[in-house]
């Protein structure tokens, strides 16, 4: 029960029903807070208990400050978790080892449930192994279930074992889709309350659902695991962007258009750990598909949430995906009354301003490995002949003017200014071809971005159907694959009978996942492959996906670029990044005349009619109308039972992790670290990409080795987002990334580094060092740059760090949620001095550290900063990067799972 200080509790009637709501306009100050705001504040007002949620908190909120820094700390309490499978999987096995845990100490296992809803769905675990022909899916379906049965049994235990906790079976659809087409409520109804639909996710790109008008982001599964168990999120009142759209898209221009746009300009401006929300009248002219895809890309330009208004279009979507009238109703009569409806002409208090025409945006793509490096179409040959260079051996800066200075044998191969190396390549069916450095060999509709927007995937299908016309397909070297977010996607290109074109150029259905967005882009054709690798041939891959960091698509592929779905097809169609798709033909038709982009590209009118006969309420009743039961291959899988889980000691997929091992009901004091080494010495913009692992496993590396060992065949291996449920796969895996450089094995990339507990301090594999580390009792560092903790797969870069040995991480600086995922791991995140460097401070790996003053923390208070010494005596004050008091309370316990058990056991 709130403790309702401000008289707040009131009554909403609509219709038949009636609701107890919380009224915002009972806090002095809220008419003018952003609707971001607004939403934490009812948050803040319905939980208020006196303690962690005081009186003084909602004063706060009610009279922030829009231009001071953070410093206000809140606890705001989701309404609901979502998740997917890779990071869902440990969530679970988690929650079913904290029960033996709480057991151990004596208390309830009953007590580790859900108390707020949650919901897992199966996305990310099919991978594109099969393509190009009509049983694609279904033999990528069977291949998901025969490698993924064991995690598959796990979640349906936990779906009858644990309360409120549901499973969207594989082969449905990508988790952001399912959630603003089915799961999102807008507004909550819960024991007889209606207030604001909130959630985290295990997922970065959670915040899709802020086009919906849902604050919620995606956070560590250690967190969402904490909240699950009603554990507030620990967090400061952000500032908040205001982002004012005006004028309305140009014919010929796509949502990825304009979310690439978005990206570039809000990183340039610098948005981390701010919310960004979306005002103003272009607001209003842009359908709720284009601002889900703006949603989506939060974390690309690095906000907390990217939010839109409740208006008249959010409740056209509502309606159109099934939703019920009474509940449309209800967003409707509740955004109204408090406050949360869209004004077009309002300008509410923001920190900070931007503005963008949408009439200016023009046809963009993002590459070679960073989602913000956009580059305007018509410039994609010249900028791909610049950036090419770096991926290629004697790329140089070199072009056609400079190279008559080389004698012949030493100029690097150049062709129009931009490195060749040619190779001919004889295909299964006896044909050959050419592969240059630029091919692109892999061309995927894929991802939660754009196959969500009926917009862009329409106008794939119609830029497909005019190529077949025209006699064109895809080049013979190019892995085309289609995953759709839902299955509403086939329904809809059905109906138009869109399908048959998709399939005829090479774009057939390869599942209802993320696919190659992920990394599960499966492998190479095996010829085209073996070019690649004999001859270092630096190709690429376009995506209509949100991630191209470098490693991520696929081990073949060096550069990664982001498209929209048509620019996806037409690159298939053209088959390397040297042809200028908006100058060049992208082939020739049945009678030798050349076919340009123009000629196959459709109409604004011509996708739009085809969006409003094919789509239809009645697709997304259908199916979504029975979405928890699964098809019968789900259903005949076996289900274990009873409260607690019965451990395999010979599974390879789902293990008993180590981290209530020797627990207490009091935490150990918190230690100084002395005589650290360095683990790893990392640049700028090192992701969780880079350091969780991801992708396929290789079988000469640690986790591969331990696989082999247990009897597993390689081709069996699968992806370590399908292990991991199994710590010790993942910890092989972590910092294993093929595209990470430690600077500590110079020469080296991926996962190596010196192991100076033997003579010399050879090249080792990191996993290797740090058993050889940890058998030796000497804690671990890890020195980075800037922007450290970007991207993905954040619960296991911190529970991986953790494994290792680390005990401290001293970077230039931070993305948010790694930061907080670190201490959520027992990893002390400590921040270089401003303007100091490892670098500058003359650090190169192979010092000896300490850390002294850490043990502030058993005052109970936070040092701002603490002495780091070394051997060498370099000396310098780290900030101490625990931001929040309750950061600093998971830090004392051990990290925030030990933290909520000895909770719920107090209880």
Same mark, same amino acid.
């Given at each position: 029960?709130?403790?309702?200080?401000?008289?707040?509790?009131?009554?909403?009637?609509?219709?038949?029903?009636?609701?107890?709501?919380?009224?915002?306009?009972?806090?002095?100050?809220?008419?003018?807070?952003?609707?971001?705001?607004?939403?934490?504040?009812?948050?803040?007002?319905?939980?208020?208990?006196?303690?962690?949620?005081?009186?003084?908190?909602?004063?706060?909120?009610?009279?922030?400050?829009?231009?001071?820094?953070?410093?206000?700390?809140?606890?705001?309490?989701?309404?609901?978790?979502?998740?997917?499978?890779?990071?869902?999987?440990?969530?679970?096995?988690?929650?079913?080892?904290?029960?033996?845990?709480?057991?151990?100490?004596?208390?309830?296992?009953?007590?580790?449930?859900?108390?707020?809803?949650?919901?897992?769905?199966?996305?990310?675990?099919?991978?594109?192994?099969?393509?190009?022909?009509?049983?694609?899916?279904?033999?990528?379906?069977?291949?998901?279930?025969?490698?993924?049965?064991?995690?598959?049994?796990?979640?349906?235990?936990?779906?009858?074992?644990?309360?409120?906790?549901?499973?969207?079976?594989?082969?449905?659809?990508?988790?952001?889709?399912?959630?603003?087409?089915?799961?999102?409520?807008?507004?909550?109804?819960?024991?007889?309350?209606?207030?604001?639909?909130?959630?985290?996710?295990?997922?970065?790109?959670?915040?899709?659902?802020?086009?919906?008008?849902?604050?919620?982001?995606?956070?560590?599964?250690?967190?969402?695991?904490?909240?699950?168990?009603?554990?507030?999120?620990?967090?400061?009142?952000?500032?908040?962007?205001?982002?004012?759209?005006?004028?309305?898209?140009?014919?010929?221009?796509?949502?990825?258009?304009?979310?690439?746009?978005?990206?570039?300009?809000?990183?340039?401006?610098?948005?981390?750990?701010?919310?960004?929300?979306?005002?103003?009248?272009?607001?209003?002219?842009?359908?709720?598909?284009?601002?889900?895809?703006?949603?989506?890309?939060?974390?690309?330009?690095?906000?907390?949430?990217?939010?839109?208004?409740?208006?008249?279009?959010?409740?056209?979507?509502?309606?159109?995906?099934?939703?019920?009238?009474?509940?449309?109703?209800?967003?409707?009569?509740?955004?109204?009354?408090?406050?949360?409806?869209?004004?077009?002409?309002?300008?509410?208090?923001?920190?900070?301003?931007?503005?963008?025409?949408?009439?200016?945006?023009?046809?963009?793509?993002?590459?070679?490995?960073?989602?913000?490096?956009?580059?305007?179409?018509?410039?994609?040959?010249?900028?791909?002949?610049?950036?090419?260079?770096?991926?290629?051996?004697?790329?140089?800066?070199?072009?056609?003017?400079?190279?008559?200075?080389?004698?012949?044998?030493?100029?690097?191969?150049?062709?129009?200014?931009?490195?060749?190396?040619?190779? $001919?390549?004889?295909?299964?069916?006896?044909?050959?071809?050419?592969?240059?450095?630029?091919?692109?060999?892999?061309?995927?509709?894929?991802?939660?971005?754009?196959?969500?927007?009926?917009?862009?995937?329409?106008?794939?299908?119609?830029?497909?159907?005019?190529?077949?016309?025209?006699?064109?397909?895809?080049?013979?070297?190019?892995?085309?694959?289609?995953?759709?977010?839902?299955?509403?996607?086939?329904?809809?290109?059905?109906?138009?009978?869109?399908?048959?074109?998709?399939?005829?150029?090479?774009?057939?259905?390869?599942?209802?996942?993320?696919?190659?967005?992920?990394?599960?882009?499966?492998?190479?054709?095996?010829?085209?492959?073996?070019?690649?690798?004999?001859?270092?041939?630096?190709?690429?891959?376009?995506?209509?996906?949100?991630?191209?960091?470098?490693?991520?698509?696929?081990?073949?592929?060096?550069?990664?670029?982001?498209?929209?779905?048509?620019?996806?097809?037409?690159?298939?169609?053209?088959?390397?990044?040297?042809?200028?798709?908006?100058? $060049?033909?992208?082939?020739?038709?049945?009678?030798?005349?050349?076919?340009?982009?123009?000629?196959?590209?459709?109409?604004?009118? $011509?996708?739009?009619?085809?969006?409003?006969?094919?789509?239809?309420?009645?697709?997304?009743?259908?199916?979504?109308?029975?979405?928890?039961?699964?098809?019968?291959?789900?259903?005949?899988?076996?289900?274990?039972?009873?409260?607690?889980?019965?451990?395999?000691?010979?599974?390879?997929?789902?293990?008993?992790?180590?981290?209530?091992?020797?627990?207490?009901?009091?935490?150990?004091?918190?230690?100084?670290?002395?005589?650290?080494?360095?683990?790893?010495?990392?640049?700028?913009?090192?992701?969780?990409?880079?350091?969780?692992?991801?992708?396929?496993?290789?079988?000469?590396?640690?986790?591969?080795?331990?696989?082999?060992?247990?009897?597993?065949?390689?081709?069996?291996?699968?992806?370590?987002?399908?292990?991991?449920?199994?710590?010790?796969?993942?910890?092989?895996?972590?910092?294993?990334?093929?595209?990470?450089?430690?600077?500590?094995?110079?020469?080296?990339?991926?996962?190596?580094?010196?192991?100076?507990?033997?003579?010399?301090?050879?090249?080792?594999?990191?996993?290797?060092?740090?058993?050889?580390?940890?058998?030796?009792?000497?804690?671990?560092?890890?020195?980075?740059?800037?922007?450290?903790?970007?991207?993905?797969?954040?619960?296991?870069?911190?529970?991986?760090?953790?494994?290792?040995?680390?005990?401290?991480?001293?970077?230039?600086?931070?993305?948010?949620?790694?930061?907080?995922?670190?201490?959520?791991?027992?990893?002390?995140?400590?921040?270089?001095?401003?303007?100091?460097?490892?670098?500058?401070?003359?650090?190169?790996?192979?010092?000896?550290?300490?850390?002294?003053?850490?043990?502030?923390?058993?005052?109970?208070?936070?040092?701002?900063?603490?002495?780091?010494?070394?051997?060498?005596?370099?000396?310098?004050?780290?900030?101490?990067?625990?931001?929040?008091?309750?950061?600093?309370?998971?830090?004392?316990?051990?990290?925030?799972?030990?933290?909520?058990?000895?909770?719920?056991?107090?209880?």
């Amino acid at each position: 029960m709130s403790a309702n200080s401000f008289d707040a509790r009131s009554t909403l009637q609509v219709g038949d029903e009636s609701y107890e709501i919380f009224r915002l306009d009972k806090v002095e100050g809220s008419a003018r807070l952003p609707y971001s705001l607004k939403v934490l504040l009812e948050n803040l007002l319905r939980t208020e208990d006196g303690a962690n949620i005081t009186a003084d908190h909602i004063r706060a909120l009610g009279g922030w400050d829009s231009q001071a820094q953070p410093s206000q700390e809140i606890q705001f309490t989701p309404a609901r978790v979502i998740m997917q499978d890779f990071t869902g999987v440990p969530c679970v096995v988690d929650l079913a080892t904290m029960r033996e845990a709480v057991k151990e100490l004596g208390g309830d296992a009953a007590k580790i449930n859900p108390l707020a809803p949650a919901e897992l769905v199966i996305d990310h675990s099919v991978i594109a192994d099969k393509f190009g022909t009509n049983d694609a899916f279904k033999q990528n379906v069977e291949l998901e279930y025969g490698r993924n049965k064991e995690r598959y049994q796990f979640l349906r235990w936990g779906q009858t074992a644990f309360d409120e906790f549901k499973v969207v079976p594989p082969g449905t659809g990508i988790v952001h889709q399912v959630n603003i087409e089915h799961l999102a409520r807008v507004v909550m109804t819960r024991d007889g309350k209606a207030y604001p639909d909130t959630l985290v996710g295990t997922d970065s790109h959670t915040t899709m659902v802020n086009g919906l008008g849902v604050l919620g982001w995606g956070v560590g599964g250690i967190e969402a695991e904490a909240a699950m168990l009603g554990q507030p999120v620990s967090m400061l009142i952000p500032r908040v962007v205001g982002f004012k759209l005006t004028g309305e898209l140009q014919p010929g221009t796509t949502a990825t258009d304009l979310v690439l746009t978005i990206t570039e300009m809000l990183r340039k401006h610098g948005v981390v750990g701010k919310f960004v929300e979306f005002y103003g009248e272009g607001v209003a002219a842009t359908s709720l598909a284009n601002r889900a895809t703006i949603g989506n890309m939060s974390p690309e330009f690095g906000s907390t949430a990217a939010i839109f208004p409740i208006d008249d279009e959010t409740l056209s979507y509502m309606r159109l995906t099934g939703r019920s009238e009474q509940q449309v109703a209800l967003v409707e009569a509740y955004a109204k009354e408090q406050g949360l409806w869209l004004d077009p002409k309002a300008e509410p208090d923001f920190s900070e301003k931007l503005e963008l025409d949408l009439a200016t945006v023009v046809p963009s793509i993002a590459g070679p490995k960073r989602p913000q490096d956009r580059i305007v179409l018509a410039d994609a040959k010249s900028q791909f002949a610049q950036d090419v260079r770096n991926y290629v051996k004697d790329g140089g800066d070199v072009d056609e003017a400079a190279k008559e200075s080389f004698p012949a044998s030493d100029a690097p191969a150049i062709s129009n200014g931009v490195p060749s190396n040619p190779v $001919e390549v004889t295909a299964p069916d006896g044909t050959t071809y050419t592969l240059d450095h630029g091919a692109v060999t892999v061309a995927a509709i894929t991802s939660c971005t754009n196959t969500s927007n009926p917009y862009v995937m329409v106008a794939a299908a119609l830029v497909a159907k005019k190529a077949v016309e025209k006699g064109l397909t895809r080049k013979p070297w190019v892995k085309t694959t289609l995953a759709p977010g839902s299955k509403v996607v086939t329904d809809y290109f059905e109906k138009a009978g869109l399908t048959p074109y998709l399939d005829k150029v090479g774009f057939n259905l390869v599942g209802y996942g993320c696919t190659t967005c992920i990394g599960n882009s499966g492998p190479l054709p095996d010829e085209v492959s073996k070019a690649v690798n004999e001859h270092d041939l630096a190709v690429t891959s376009v995506l209509s996906g949100n991630r191209n960091f470098e490693g991520r698509i696929n081990p073949d592929v060096k550069m990664n670029y982001l498209a929209s779905p048509p620019l996806v097809v037409a690159y298939a169609l053209a088959g390397s990044m040297k042809v200028d798709i908006t100058r $060049e033909a992208l082939g020739y038709d049945q009678d030798n005349n050349p076919v340009f982009l123009k000629d196959i590209w459709p109409s604004e009118a $011509e996708v739009n009619d085809v969006v409003a006969n094919a789509i239809g309420e009645d697709m997304f009743s259908k199916s979504y109308s029975d979405v928890f039961a699964g098809d019968a291959q789900w259903q005949a899988l076996p289900v274990p039972t009873g409260d607690t889980f019965e451990w395999d000691g010979e599974s390879t997929y789902v293990r008993k992790p180590p981290y209530f091992e020797g627990m207490q009901m009091e935490p150990a004091p918190v230690e100084d670290i002395t005589g650290a080494r360095v683990l790893a010495k990392l640049g700028d913009s090192v992701t969780t990409d880079h350091i969780s692992p991801a992708g396929a496993i290789k079988a000469d590396t640690p986790a591969g080795k331990y696989l082999t060992e247990h009897g597993i065949e390689r081709r069996d291996f699968n992806s370590y987002g399908s292990r991991r449920g199994n710590h010790e796969v993942m910890i092989r895996g972590t910092f294993a990334n093929i595209r990470l450089r430690n600077q500590i094995a110079p020469g080296t990339e991926g996962g190596y580094t010196r192991d100076f507990t033997q003579d010399g301090g050879p090249v080792s594999f990191i996993y290797d060092a740090s058993q050889n580390y940890q058998a030796a009792g000497v804690p671990l560092v890890v020195l980075a740059g800037k922007e450290y903790g970007s991207g993905s797969s954040r619960d296991w870069a911190a529970k991986g760090t953790a494994l290792l040995g680390v005990k401290a991480v001293i970077a230039e600086s931070y993305e948010r949620i790694h930061r907080s995922n670190l201490i959520g791991m027992g990893v002390l995140p400590l921040q270089f001095p401003e303007g100091h460097t490892a670098e500058s401070l003359g650090l190169t790996g192979e010092e000896t550290f300490s850390v002294s003053g850490v043990t502030e923390l058993n005052d109970g208070t936070t040092p701002r900063t603490v002495k780091v010494t070394t051997d060498t005596g370099v000396e310098f004050d780290a900030v101490v990067r625990i931001d929040t008091p309750g950061e600093a309370d998971y830090y004392r316990n051990g990290g925030i799972l030990q933290y909520v058990l000895r909770s719920l056991i107090r209880k």
